[in-house]
């Protein structure tokens, strides 16, 4: 069983940048997709960006597409989301999952089996 602890959340003025990590803890983190999701108040929880296995196939919800960049490092069990030019609009809990490796549909929740507690992003105007 795979156990993620969110990390780097805090509070940012807009256009500024913080990076998120997820460091996993258990067997086999290699083997698994990593997606990031955010979630706001009185809102669904959104897929955000996800990485697979190799660290060479990353996937981006419109909303982080030239702004966030999503990678891992394998060696050091952990994933990470860098964000950049930050706005108000992200303001949310950031959760990171682990799913499977190869996923195809890396932005459904559904491929996802294991989740954080999240880390809270608050981005001032």
């Known amino acids: 069983q795979l156990q993620l602890v969110e990390s780097g959340g805090g509070l940012v003025q807009a256009g500024g940048s913080l990076r998120l990590s997820c460091a996993a803890s258990?067997?086999?983190?290699?083997?698994?997709?990593m997606g990031w999701f955010r979630q706001a108040p009185g809102k669904e929880r959104e897929f955000v960006a996800a990485?697979?296995?190799?660290?060479?196939?990353?996937f981006y919800a419109d909303a982080a597409k030239g702004r966030f960049t999503v990678s891992r490092d394998n060696a050091k069990n952990t994933a990470y989301l860098q964000m950049n030019s930050l706005k108000p609009e992200d303001t949310s809990v950031y959760f990171c999952a682990a799913g499977a490796a190869t996923t195809s549909a890396p932005w459904l929740l559904t491929e996802y089996d294991y989740w954080g507690l999240g880390t809270q992003v608050t981005v001032s105007s």
């Open positions: 990485v697979r296995w190799n660290n060479f196939n990353t």
């Open positions: 258990g067997p086999s983190f290699s083997s698994y997709a």
